[in-house]
Antibody, heavy 119, light 107 residues
Framework: QVQLMQSGAEVKKPGASVKVSCKAS????????IHWVRQAPGQGLQWMGVINPNGGSTTYAQNFQGRLTMTRDMSTTTVYVELSGLRSDDTAVYYC????????????WGPGTLVTVSS | EIVMTQSPATLSVSPGERATLSCRASQSVRANLAWYQQKPGQVPRLLIY???TRATGTPARFSGSGSETEFTLTISSLQSEDFAVYYC??????????FGGGTKVEI
């Protein structure tokens, strides 16, 4: 079955960077996009961007331009998101989610990774 | 950016009642609209895509309708496990993909 396994919680200081991983299994890695969505405590869902594992092309939300990098490792079927210049309002749960057949909606979600930014 | 507006913010209903949730887009998204359910402490779950197609495992009491800018999620007879927050999301424009602010369905 489709599984997305994410790395563990992180605590970072303002200005630092964080890199979260998402290992995909149970389906053909290159056929589906991986989206990243975050959720601040008590808040709604915010789309960050998407990566196409087949080729590695990315699309980022403009809000994160310059701070966000998504990459993938074909050998381990793992996708990474790195956010730099962390601020306190980047504190959130970060989800990876599969977009089936390269769609814009997400049918399977990872468990989420809590990133806390605090001095 | 396409702004998605959900109403009401909170919907108070009793088990067995019908619930109607609304989602409005600031411009046409055609039928590129998904609905998700999120229970406290849990991961969002896809319910509906293509405005009206139930995802695998979505009970038949959930139905989606609408197109262009006006969409509705209807829960025909609320079960106890349906009390949650529901989000709509448009995927017609990827610059960026956007979610509504959510509707909390509570007792």
């Amino acid at each position: 079955q489709v599984q997305l396994m994410q790395s563990g919680a992180e605590v970072k200081k303002p200005g630092a960077s964080v890199k979260v991983s998402c290992k995909a299994s149970g389906y053909t890695f290159i056929t589906d996009y991986i989206h990243w969505v975050r959720q601040a405590p008590g808040q709604g869902l915010q789309w960050m961007g998407v990566i196409n594992p087949n080729g590695g092309s990315t699309t980022y939300a403009q809000n994160f331009q310059g701070r966000l990098t998504m990459t993938r490792d074909m050998s381990t079927t793992t996708v990474y998101v790195e956010l730099s210049g962390l601020r306190s309002d980047d504190t959130a749960v970060y989800y990876c989610a599969r977009g089936p057949s390269n769609s814009g909606f997400a049918d399977h979600w990872g468990p989420g990774t809590l990133v806390t930014v605090s001095s | 950016e396409i702004v998605m507006t959900q109403s009401p913010a909170t919907l108070s209903v009793s088990p067995g009642e019908r619930a109607t949730l609304s989602c409005r887009a600031s411009q046409s998204v055609r039928a590129n609209l998904a609905w998700y359910q999120q229970k406290p402490g849990q991961v969002p779950r896809l319910l509906i895509y293509g405005a009206s197609t139930r995802a695998t495992g979505t009970p038949a009491r959930f139905s989606g309708s609408g197109s262009e800018t006006e969409f509705t999620l209807t829960i025909s007879s609320l079960q106890s496990e349906d009390f949650a927050v529901y989000y709509c999301q448009q995927y017609n424009s990827w610059a960026p993909l956007t979610f509504g602010g959510g509707t909390k369905v509570e007792i």
